[in-house]
């Protein structure tokens, strides 16, 4: 029997089905991510239905005209293995075009991933433990640094321009940012946001270990129970951030990407951002 498959897009009031997936599949999203992963591209999130449900659910954002970046790719367990999803991963990576493509995808399908033309660039390893917040004179309220000085960091960080959502970001209620500056110039900032359980940092941007040290600190202090912080394994600083808070490893993705990028300077990246949308 083959199942006919409508696909087509989320609406930004019903993006939350797709973090309401990854919920269940343990990821534990932020309680206000969607709005701002809604915001980058109204085509980005799609669905699968068969019979008029849905099924499966994917998200390939276009951040610009050159970088995309993929997400979100759940099928609903009883309905795996009848071609669902492999439909709706084409229906995303022709949304993608011409365009590169990140992700974020668990260790065991790399090498599925690798054989649709995405090849590994890093490890991300995702770190969780009790928050312990402190505090540094040096940091202040990510919102007396002007939009555009943190739009240029992020830029440093990142593969694309997210202006879009960057802004939402750090607009959403619940999230906190915060910054350290150094006569008047941003040494470093980061958000943390409640999630689906405890507290997760990111982005954590800083140019050196002491810069770091201050951010993790004042934003675990924002933070009730756990916390989670995502590392890229190139970053050893940021490992050893990490493990000396007493945080331990409890997740790994492979970030991979089907094309080249334009440089990005991961020894001042503490902290990713999403799994899902990079």
Same mark, same amino acid.
């Given at each position: ?15 939350? =089905?797709?973090? $309401? ?9 932020? =309680?206000? $991510? ?6 980058? $591209? ?98 202040? $309220? =990510? ?103 007493? =945080? ?31």
């Amino acid at each position: 029997m083959t199942d006919t498959v409508h696909i087509c897009p989320l609406a930004a009031d019903e993006v939350g =089905l797709a973090l $309401d997936w990854a919920a269940a599949e343990g990821w534990n999203p932020g =309680l206000a $991510d969607a709005a701002a992963f809604a915001a980058v $591209d109204p085509e980005g999130f799609r669905v699968a239905e068969v019979e008029g449900a849905p099924a499966a659910v994917l998200s390939v954002v276009n951040y610009d005209a050159r970088f995309a970046f993929l997400g979100f790719y759940i099928v609903r367990p009883e309905l795996r293995g009848r071609g669902i999803g492999w439909k709706l991963w084409q229906a995303g990576l022709a949304h993608a075009g011409a365009r590169t493509v990140g992700l974020d995808g668990v260790v065991a399908q790399q090498a599925n991933y690798a054989s649709q033309g995405f090849r590994l660039a890093y490890r991300n390893i995702r770190f969780a433990g009790k928050a312990e917040g402190g505090t540094a004179e040096s940091v202040v $309220d =990510l919102a007396q640094v002007p939009f555009e000085i943190v739009e240029a960091s992020d830029a440093a960080i990142f593969p694309a321009p997210r202006r879009a959502f960057l802004h939402a970001w750090l607009t959403t209620p619940g999230h906190a940012g915060r910054a350290v500056l150094r006569e008047g110039r941003l040494a470093g900032w980061g958000v943390v946001r409640p999630a689906r359980q405890g507290f997760k940092i990111g982005p954590l941007v800083a140019e050196d270990e002491a810069a770091a040290e201050a951010l993790y600190g004042a934003l675990s202090a924002r933070a009730q129970g756990d916390i989670v912080l995502d590392v890229p394994e190139p970053n050893a600083a940021a490992l050893a951030l990490a493990r000396r808070h007493g =945080l331990a490893p409890v997740f790994e993705t492979a970030r991979m990407y089907t094309g080249p990028i334009r440089p990005v300077a991961l020894e001042k990246l503490y902290g990713v951002t999403s799994f899902e949308l990079g």
